[in-house]
Each structure stands twice: as structure tokens, then as C-alpha cells.
């Protein structure tokens, strides 16, 4: 097996896509990295691209945009620690460190022991995921109020909510600011308002492998259990079921919540995998 590693989004797109777009649930935050590129080539400033070969077959990809989590594929065990080894000399180029690795469960967590063995740093969290995939939805019932998309008057109310979320959930925010005003932007940010005042927020992604991803959802603790999640993100995956060429919508929960994995099961999603998200010291 041979580890490939480029900076170009178009190689690196030539060479995987096929193998993305068989698992196009599993893979698609890869997925989305490369549209992002191919929209926005300055999203990220230092974007770094692997895969892995066995003969002439693609068996691996990983992609890694500093400071965010290294992401990772499935892969094959044994190449784990090559692709280290790799990961590692471009972080050494950008005098940089990885924060973790993301991705299925078995991949990331031999990735990130690859990792910590080649720098010493310990691994100081690892927090399960659930990956859901919704084919059938199932309709919730309607809280009051009603849903509208956000405007840009409301960006920074998503801001805000953004990293309390990112807070919540013990993950890194970035600029949520940038976030939220390029996705208020480009349409993809819902919200329910309740007596005149937004009270939850649900986003998607654009398309991709015939897939929509669905998050962040968030409601402020104080709006909670009146199933304003539940109903957005349900007619949010069902306007994108109705797009030209999307199959599925998918999410991930974290695995230790159980409310949140039941409101989303209650909508249709259904458990279809197992992913992690390992942060280092």
C-alpha cells in the first residue's frame, strides 16, 4: 500500500472522488471539504490531502484544514501508521500540531495512536458519534410558531449560538462568526420563531454524493422539550429530500446523549455507524 499527499483540491479530487462517493453518508464531511474549495479556495488557509492505494484501488483519503481535526476515511489498519508518518511532516512544515482525528471509529482511533506514538502527546478526550441516515421520514408534531429561513440581520444571534453549542458539546467553534455569515448567506440556516422570537436553529449543507448533511441544530436551554428541534429538523431533511438528486439526509449525534439521539429517531433517522472525534493534549 502507498500513501499520496498533495495541497491541490483538484488532484486530490481526481483521485478519490469515485472512492467518496461509494459511502457517500460515511464520507461525505470529505466530501464537503472539496466543495468547499472548489466554491471558496480561500476557506481554508493551509488544506492538505492524502489517499491511500492498494494496487491501482483507492482504499483510503484523509484531508486535514488546520486548526480543525485531522478527518479521516476508513482505511485500512496497517497503513495507519504511514499516513502518521505523512501527517506529521506537514505539520512540521506549517509548525503546527494536529488537534485530533475524526472519522469511523476503527480508522480514526488507529490514526490518532499512530500519531500519539510519533509525538508523545496523549490523547485527552475521545467522544463516540452516532452517524443517521434518514431514507423514510416519519412526520413530528407541529409546536407553535412557525419556521422561516435566517436573514443576515440574524447572523450574529447564530454566532452567539454557534459557539454555545460548540461550548455544550466540548468541540472546537472556529470563526462562528465567518460560519454563520456564510451559510446565512448561502441559505442554509433555518429558523422557528415562537412569540415573536427565534427560539431554535437548524443547519445543512450543500449536496453532495446525492447526500445532505443536516447541523448544527441548537436550542438555547431555556426553549427546550417543546419540540422545536424535533419538527425544524424534520421539515428541514424533508425540503431536502425534495431537491433534484438527493437521496438521503444525514446527521451525527453525540452517542452519549440520549435525547437528542431520540428526537432524531422519532424524525426517521436511523443509526447506520459508529465515528469518534479523539482530541489530543
Same mark, same amino acid.
Given at each position: 500500500?502507498?500513501?499520496?499527499?498533495?495541497?491541490?483540491?483538484?488532484?486530490?479530487?481526481?483521485?478519490?472522488?469515485?472512492?467518496?462517493?461509494?459511502?457517500?453518508?460515511?464520507?461525505?464531511?470529505?466530501?464537503?471539504?472539496?466543495?468547499?474549495?472548489?466554491?471558496?479556495?480561500?476557506?481554508?488557509?493551509?488544506?492538505?490531502?492524502?489517499?491511500?492505494?492498494?494496487?491501482?484501488?483507492?482504499?483510503?483519503?484523509?484531508?486535514?484544514?488546520?486548526?480543525?481535526?485531522?478527518?479521516?476515511?476508513?482505511?485500512? *489498519?496497517?497503513?495507519?501508521?504511514?499516513?502518521?508518518?505523512?501527517?506529521?511532516?506537514?505539520?512540521?512544515?506549517?509548525?503546527?500540531?494536529?488537534?485530533?482525528?475524526?472519522?469511523?471509529?476503527?480508522?480514526?482511533?488507529?490514526?490518532?495512536?499512530? *500519531?500519539?506514538?510519533?509525538?508523545? &502527546?496523549?490523547?485527552?478526550?475521545?467522544?463516540?458519534?452516532?452517524?443517521? $441516515?434518514?431514507?423514510?421520514?416519519? $412526520?413530528?408534531?407541529?409546536?407553535?410558531?412557525?419556521?422561516?429561513?435566517?436573514?443576515?440581520?440574524?447572523?450574529?444571534?447564530?454566532?452567539?449560538?454557534?459557539?454555545?453549542?460548540?461550548?455544550?458539546?466540548?468541540?472546537?467553534?472556529?470563526?462562528?462568526?465567518?460560519?454563520?455569515?456564510?451559510?446565512?448567506?448561502?441559505?442554509?440556516?433555518?429558523?422557528?420563531?415562537?412569540?415573536?422570537?427565534?427560539?431554535?436553529?437548524?443547519?445543512?449543507?450543500?449536496?453532495?454524493?446525492?447526500?445532505?448533511?443536516?447541523?448544527?441544530?441548537?436550542?438555547?436551554? $431555556?426553549?427546550?422539550?417543546?419540540?422545536?428541534?424535533? &419538527?425544524?429538523?424534520?421539515?428541514?431533511?424533508?425540503?431536502?429530500?425534495?431537491?433534484?438528486?438527493?437521496?438521503?439526509?444525514?446527521?451525527?449525534?453525540?452517542?452519549?446523549?440520549?435525547?437528542?439521539?431520540?428526537?432524531?429517531?422519532?424524525?426517521?433517522?436511523?443509526?447506520?455507524?459508529?465515528?469518534?472525534?479523539? $482530541?489530543?493534549?
Amino acid at each position: 500500500m502507498r500513501v499520496h499527499s498533495t495541497d491541490s483540491v483538484e488532484d486530490y479530487a481526481h483521485a478519490v472522488s469515485a472512492f467518496l462517493e461509494a459511502e457517500p453518508c460515511g464520507r461525505n464531511v470529505l466530501l464537503s471539504i472539496v466543495s468547499v474549495l472548489r466554491a471558496t479556495p480561500d476557506a481554508f488557509s493551509t488544506p492538505a490531502f492524502w489517499w491511500t492505494t492498494e494496487g491501482d484501488e483507492v482504499v483510503g483519503a484523509a484531508s486535514w484544514t488546520p486548526p480543525w481535526n485531522l478527518l479521516v476515511s476508513t482505511l485500512p *489498519l496497517a497503513v495507519a501508521p504511514d499516513l502518521a508518518a505523512a501527517v506529521s511532516t506537514r505539520a512540521e512544515s506549517l509548525g503546527v500540531r494536529a488537534s485530533g482525528v475524526n472519522g469511523p471509529a476503527d480508522s480514526a482511533h488507529a490514526v490518532a495512536s499512530a *500519531l500519539s506514538s510519533m509525538t508523545g &502527546r496523549t490523547v485527552a478526550r475521545v467522544r463516540p458519534m452516532l452517524l443517521h $441516515e434518514l431514507d423514510h421520514p416519519h $412526520e413530528v408534531a407541529t409546536p407553535s410558531g412557525f419556521r422561516r429561513p435566517a436573514a443576515s440581520a440574524d447572523v450574529p444571534l447564530v454566532a452567539t449560538w454557534l459557539d454555545a453549542f460548540s461550548a455544550e458539546v466540548e468541540i472546537y467553534a472556529g470563526d462562528s462568526m465567518r460560519t454563520a455569515s456564510r451559510m446565512v448567506r448561502e441559505n442554509h440556516f433555518e429558523m422557528w420563531m415562537d412569540a415573536d422570537q427565534p427560539v431554535c436553529v437548524v443547519g445543512h449543507h450543500a449536496p453532495v454524493g446525492r447526500v445532505v448533511r443536516v447541523g448544527p441544530v441548537y436550542t438555547p436551554p $431555556e426553549h427546550r422539550q417543546r419540540g422545536y428541534a424535533r &419538527r425544524l429538523t424534520y421539515e428541514v431533511s424533508m425540503d431536502a429530500l425534495a431537491e433534484p438528486g438527493v437521496d438521503r439526509c444525514m446527521l451525527f449525534t453525540d452517542a452519549d446523549n440520549p435525547v437528542s439521539n431520540s428526537i432524531y429517531r422519532q424524525a426517521g433517522y436511523m443509526p447506520r455507524g459508529e465515528h469518534v472525534e479523539i $482530541e489530543f493534549t
